[in-house]
């Protein structure tokens, strides 16, 4: 490898390490990933992205590790990204995705990257999603995004997966949990883990019938697949079903589907980014106080922002729309 060229060079050679920097870089908000990436942009959108998200302790890992080995004995490459609890005393990730999948580390065809949750929500899916980016423009022909758990900020990092795999298993009450939590509504396929387990008959038969009240109108009908990856069993019905999934997206315009993800993802990252800016330094943070101190209400300084906030917006919409003419 050429040591001068630059990390997208070397990350389209093949370049492992490379391919490792980047994702620090995206994960530390390095401000010179944004042109490492744009310069390999060309290459991404050829992997298909398989989210895994469900309840801590519904066997994400185990069903990651072992839908990774049927793929790789299909031939296909695999990247994974694996977002782990952060230590409460470090804020490192614990790594204990790292270890269940122990026996993928030593393959080739396989990448796998941990990275820690740090309590983070909107950087964690701005991460997370350039991450997988980088797999795909490296070559990875499948990529998995593993989440640590259920909440906003998984549902923030799904907006990077072409296919949502929502992961259950029985005797702790998921089928309500799910509901609650929303689960049902970001899921295109539905897996029953641990479906040797007594109480997986029933799991099953609430979340058709969920499925098929909340779901009528939907082109996609969401699939509850059983599996048990800790004995290797279903898996290969869930890759099935992801498939499936992918051959409806296509037939239906996958543009058009991945464009409304990444524009999910410009909102998030805009938003957080706006906040970020706003209330660091530099921002309006004592000009508020100084207001608040003045007798000002909350609510009329924060439309006073809205409106100057606006102001500016309406400034950035005519030149962008005479550079469309």
Known sequence: MNAAASLSERLLQGDRAA???LITWAENADPRFARELAAVWSRVGRAW??????????GKSTLVNEAARLLRKEGKTVGIVAVDPSSPFTGGALLGDRIRMDERTLDPGVFIRSMAS???HGGLSRASASACDVLDAFGFERVLLETVGVGQAE?????????????LCPGAGDSIQAMKAGLLEVADVLV????????ADRLINDLVEATHVR??????HVPVVAASAGTQSGVDGVLEAVEQHRAH???KGLDAARRAKRLEQVRHAVSES???ALWGAGGVRERVARELTAGASPHAISAALLSELLACVQGLRAPAANQGR
Do not use: C, H
């Not at 992205?49 to 519904?58: C, E, K, S, V, Y």
């Open 19 to 21: 391919l490792a920097r």
């Open 49 to 58: 992205r398989i989210g895994i998200t469900g309840p801590p302790g519904a």
């Open 118 to 120: 740090r309590g983070s």
């Open 155 to 167: 549902y923030d990092v799904l907006d990077a997966a072409d296919t949502v795999v929502v992961v």
């Open 192 to 199: 029953v883990n641990k479906s040797d387990q007594p109480g």
């Open 215 to 220: 779901f009528t109108k939907r082109e996609w």
């Open 249 to 251: 997206l296509e037939a």
């Open 274 to 276: 706006l906040t970020d």
